[in-house]
């Protein structure tokens, strides 16, 4: 579907919309930091919204990063630099359409799942994790430079993160809870197939490695085997292996023993059994 909507509506996307919302973040932070504004008055409080402040439906989209402390602060432009570097990939990858369909479902999401708890503040914050989880699932090798320095490849952020998320889901609160979901709904909804697909090639992966490993430890099964002697294919490859048409079943003989055998009936072999 979002192929056809990208042939018919691409040309009215949004391109380098990550680059917006680093500007937007960089400006909140910087009025804030000079007292110009009151950053409280952005998060998404929905009773505050129907209270008559509708602009925190949008503002709480430029929120920036969570640190505190004069050190933290300069995080900051690595965390934008990191941003960036997600979202433009994503956008280079997916087209602009897809990624705005992508922040725009983790928006709405979000957006919805805040008015069940609408005393409680909601933020950009698993919004932005969700960026890094689709990045790391398309490019799962690829290495940054933590700092500018520590190399470590996206999965493991990605797996970090998660544990960072399941950790403030058990410990936070129910908001907290519910932007977790709406981040994992909103990956899961673009990533779903291709997660399922990865989990089943990967059990049909382990399951042929059990089985060659378990060849390697017994030997290798036979596939023939004579029901009067009991050579097979494994014992004596070299014998041509038959199956009697008038044997009631799949009867195997070895060259030996196929014109030498008393026909296996159904009968008989229900008595033998």
């Known amino acids: 579907m979002l192929d056809q909507l990208e042939r018919r509506l691409g040309r009215f996307a949004l391109t380098h919309v990550t680059l917006y919302l680093i500007i937007g973040q960089v400006f909140v932070t910087l009025t804030a930091m000079l007292q110009l504004l009151d950053i409280t008055r952005l998060p998404l409080v929905p009773a505050l919204v129907v209270n008559g402040e509708p602009w925190r439906l949008i503002t709480f989209m430029f929120l ?28 280079d990858h997916w087209g602009a359409l897809r990624y705005n369909a992508y922040l725009f479902t983790g928006f709405l ?3 919805a799942v805040a008015f069940v708890s609408p005393e409680w503040p909601a933020t ?3 919004l ?6 689709a990045f790391a699932w398309l490019n799962p090798n690829f290495e940054l430079l933590m700092f500018f320095i520590l190399p470590v490849k996206m999965k493991w952020l990605a797996l970090i993160s998660l544990a960072l998320m399941g950790h403030d889901f058990l410990l936070g609160t129910r908001a907290t809870r519910l932007e977790i979901a709406a981040a994992l709904v909103t990956f899961l909804l673009f990533f779903g197939r291709s997660l399922s697909d990865a989990i089943r090639y990967r059990r049909r992966t382990m399951a042929v490695q059990s089985q060659r490993a378990a060849e390697e430890r017994n030997g290798p099964q036979p596939r023939h085997t004579c029901r009067i002697c ?21 009867e195997c003989y070895c060259p030996e023993h196929i014109a030498n055998h008393e026909h296996v009936t159904a009968t008989s072999d229900e008595d033998k059994s």
């Open 64 to 91: 920036p990063p969570p640190v505190g402390g004069r050190f933290s602060l300069m995080l900051l432009p690595f965390a934008w630099w990191l941003l960036y570097l997600m979202g433009s990939a994503l956008e």
């Open 109 to 111: 999401i979000t957006v």
């Open 124 to 126: 950009n914050y698993y």
């Open 128 to 133: 932005m994790i969700g960026i890094s989880l």
């Open 230 to 250: 009991g050579k097979t294919d494994v014992s004596n490859p070299e014998m041509d292996f038959r199956y009697c048409s008038k044997c009631a079943g799949d």
